[in-house]
C-alpha cells in the first residue's frame, strides 16, 4: 500500500486547510486509514481515523470541533479537513493506513511522506 499526502501550506491563525491522503496498491487489506502530526521537538501524535467504508470516524479529543476527517466509500482517499487552526497546530502531518481502529502510531502498516502545516500568530 502507498500513501501520498498532500495539501500543507502556511495559514494564519484562524485559518482552515484541507489535507488529502490518496492510497494506492493493495487496498483492500487495509482497514484504517488514519492522520497524525509530529511537532517540532515533540512526539507523532494521533489527529483522527476513518475506517475505509467511512463507516466510523474518529478525531483526537484536541482536535474535535476543529477537525473533521472523512472518506467516501468508493474512494481510496480520506480527507482532512482543519478549520480555526492555531500555532500549536504546526507539525508535519502524515497518514497511515492499518488493520486497526488505533491512535498508537507503532500499530500502523503503512505511512505516506508527510506534509508541512505551518500556522503562523
Known amino acids: 500500500v502507498q500513501l501520498q499526502a498532500s495539501g500543507g501550506g502556511l495559514v494564519q491563525t484562524g485559518g482552515s486547510l484541507k489535507l488529502s491522503c490518496a492510497a494506492s496498491?493493495?487496498?483492500?487489506?487495509?482497514?484504517?486509514l488514519s492522520w497524525f502530526r509530529e511537532p517540532p521537538g515533540k512526539a507523532r501524535e494521533f489527529v483522527a481515523a476513518?475506517?475505509?467504508?467511512?463507516?466510523?470516524?474518529s478525531v483526537a479529543e484536541s482536535a474535535q470541533g476543529r477537525f473533521t476527517i472523512t472518506k467516501e466509500k468508493d474512494e481510496n482517499t480520506v480527507y482532512l479537513q482543519m478549520n480555526s487552526l492555531v500555532p500549536e497546530d504546526t507539525a508535519i502531518y502524515y497518514c497511515?493506513?492499518?488493520?486497526?481502529?488505533?491512535?498508537?502510531?507503532?500499530?500502523?502498516?503503512?505511512w505516506g511522506q508527510g506534509t508541512l502545516v505551518t500556522v503562523s500568530s
Open positions: 497511515a493506513a492499518g488493520w486497526e481502529v488505533t491512535s498508537t502510531p507503532g500499530r500502523y502498516n503503512y
Open positions: 496498491g493493495r487496498t483492500s487489506t487495509i482497514y484504517t
Open positions: 476513518a475506517t475505509t467504508s467511512g463507516g466510523y470516524t
